[in-house]
């Protein structure tokens, strides 16, 4: 009977799981053992420059394609530098396979060099954690930490293989590697019939009926059936940014994305949630942001979310895709019985009207010819040259708010945040970019940077260049932190901690990497410095000098909601 060792079994297992790329840091023999099988299988490896950045490709892969991607590391300070990237992948849902090699088992307590315990560093940020010290078991483990990052609500796990369970030798056939459908399910979670028939009455029946949508649908991979029940009952869809493109920012029922403007979520009397987590923004009650009178009908993959921090009125545990296509049927029944094909009422066109007011508002100094350049105008010109099959990577506070309402967003995962949902996380946005092209690499992906956010992983230009992933990375340089300053301005508080060097050189940065790097200072010469940008086959970078002093819409909205928030902060925080 042959011989492989634990190194070999990690290589074919992932294999047998359809790993086509994983993204790693090097370290250690264990590590490189793990590479020659999984070379030998056919796996691309990228190996990049920091531990975070690891993880956040892994995580721009998994967003991009729906599907779980692998983020590889080395013991200690690798495994404790990939947790700052395995906590976006846990707040988007994404289904990031995190494995790190470990100090020996036997030596464990010891000392060793490299030792540390990730068990509970990653227990917040992670659905599971798997230490594996037996060399015939590692197919096992590697199935078990597949079954929790695609079962259920999908999210990180991280698996973690001491030295000596890699390196030593076995009996092949008592480590033996099961297809996937041997050991987990592709069953959909339906809903419960009576409840979705519930909801749908309500949903026909109510004067101002919406939907919202969240990252949820997208994994789900719903995009079809949402539209497919908007169309059919006739009721507007507003999202979440983390499910950007699930509804097509051009359909007619599309009310665009609560970040910028709560429209049909603030007026609704019903409102059918998909997918979403209620966090700060989206759980007051019966507060500024709904109507007095909303009821809230909520689906959601994991029973836990339905209810926390917002009550509902009928909750249905389900998977996205699955329960829409019950809602399908249901309303399809309904109005067969009723009066027949639904048409456009008023509140549709008073929800699309919101909305396009909201864009123009975005919008309002697009056309700027300003210098430095408007942010806005640079948004108009980044959306204007990307076509329907481009992906953009948005990374940053205040650069994000002037460009993504403009980006006309067609499909799931052609918009992707790198800040981590509500975590706020920046620094993602080049290595997301990565992930994102290594999983399509045919499409033009462009990553929109703010100059703070830029030099976090500024260093995976290089991994772009040694491994031929042309992303086109545009800074936008205002030469502070943005978000901060202009909070600054609007409370009046001190000038401080939020100035950033005005006389960087981003693109020579790039350009020393072997990258393509251009200055932008008119605007004018945006699309043509895309177009240069792109048709050098090189990964780039264009240093854009903006204006510093535009506020983002957001905090316009912020500043125009004052006295609303004031008062619900009040009721909140009294002591």
Known sequence: MAEVSGATLVGKALKNEDVKAIFTLCGGPSLISIYNTCVAEGIELIDMRHE???????????????EPAVAMVTSGPGVINMASGMAPAWYVGAPVIGICAHTPHYYQGKGCVQEFDSGDMFRSITKWRGYCTSTHRIPEYVATAFRYATVGRKGPVLLDFPDDALLLKVKEERAAIQPPEKYRTAARHYGDPSLVKQAVKRLLEAERPAVLIGSGAVWSGASEELIKFAELTRIPVCYAIGAKGCMPDDHPLCGGIVAYDFGAVSEADVLLTIGVRFGEMMSFGVGPLYAPDVKVISVDIEPLEIGRNRPVDIG??????????????????????????????????????????????????????????????LGKEICDFLDKGSYLV??????????????????????????????????????????????????????IEGDGSFLFNASEIDTAVRHNKQIVVVVGNDCQWGAVRHCQELANYCDVCGKLNENARYDKYAESLGAYGELVTDPGEIRPALERAFDSGLPAVLDVRIESSIFTFVNYYITAQEGKLTELYKDLYVV
Do not use: C
């Open 316 to 377: 249905i545990s389900g998977d996205a895709r699955a329960v829409l296509t019950q809602l399908i049927d249901a309303a399809n029944e309904k109005i067969e019985s009723s009066a027949g094909k639904r048409e456009d009422t008023a509140w549709v066109k008073k929800v699309r009207d919101t909305a396009e007011s909201v864009w123009a508002a975005v919008r309002e100094g697009s056309s700027s010819s300003d210098i430095p350049i408007d942010p806005r105008r």
């Open 394 to 447: 948005g990374d940053g506070g205040e650069i994000q708010s002037h460009i993504v309402p403009q980006f006309s967003a067609g499909f799931p995962g052609s918009f992707i945040s790198a800040i981590g949902g509500s975590l706020g996380h920046l620094g993602g946005g080049i290595p997301f970019g990565i992930g994102v092209k290594t999983a399509r690499p045919d499409a033009k992906v462009l990553v």
């Open 52 to 66: 975070q950045a690891v993880a956040n490709a892994a995580t721009g892969y998994a967003m991009a394609t729906q």
